[in-house]
């Protein structure tokens, strides 16, 4: 799948809900991944970074590899003493174009993140500095919020959280989602015009046969 403006454009319109159910709860990152902006919406293919806890050079590193419209994946093995990522690296990544960040471990400057406007999701905050010793690496298989991530994978968030999706996956799992983006505006249209959740979900049914058991 070419990741067009059009293409991303159509996909910025599905909840992570939506992508989450026709994916698996085993590529929905860890609860704490969560976005410094809760308006944040983030679609593009992984540039994986394997870092060193406390050391932000291999940050760079990523950052200099990808292109316009990728997301960059940092795995800091969810250390969340130091600030991996500020708000001039932030700044760089808005330039460039890259559509949004994920880290595995904590940044800094997240109001001035924030009203830059780049999507960053992060497990915590803290303003300790960091060290830049040593060399990570570029698109290479990372474990990020508990999912694994290959280089290539889309990755996709909004204020719940992030899901990872697998290139190979990818047609058949927006194609899903898409689907139930289209059912549930039906199901929210039949509940705006007074029907209830047991009759639309036909839980009412369930209900019935559980009671007999």
């Known amino acids: 799948m ?23 709860p085993q590529f929905v990152m860890n609860s704490l991944i969560k976005p410094i902006d809760t308006k944040s919406k983030m679609v593009g293919r992984a540039v994986t970074v394997n870092c060193f806890p406390g050391d932000n050079l291999a940050l760079h590193q990523g950052m200099e590899a990808a292109a316009a419209g990728d997301v960059l994946v940092f795995d800091c093995k969810g250390y969340t ?14 330039v460039k174009g890259i559509a949004g960040v994920v880290i595995d471990g904590s940044c800094r400057d997240s109001q001035d993140i924030l009203e830059l406007g780049l999507p960053v999701f992060v497990r915590a905050f803290n303003p300790r500095g960091t ?5 990570g690496s570029v698109n290479v298989p990372v474990v990020c919020g508990g999912v694994s991530v290959k280089p290539g994978d889309i990755i996709f968030g909004d204020c719940d959280g992030v899901v990872v999706v697998p290139q190979e996956r990818e047609d ?26 047991m009759e639309v979900y036909g839980f009412d049914k369930l209900v019935e046969e559980k009671l007999q058991k």
């Open 131 to 135: 060290v830049k010793e040593s060399l």
């Open 172 to 197: 058949d799992v927006f194609a899903k989602a898409l689907k139930k983006y289209d059912y549930e505006i039906e199901v929210r249209e039949k509940l705006l015009s007074g029907m209830s959740t």
């Open 81 to 94: 003493e130091a600030g991996h990522f500020g708000d001039m690296m932030a700044t760089a990544c808005k």
């Open 2 to 24: 070419e990741l067009t403006k059009d293409k991303v454009q159509e996909l910025s319109k599905l909840p992570t809900g939506n992508v989450a159910d026709s994916v698996g």
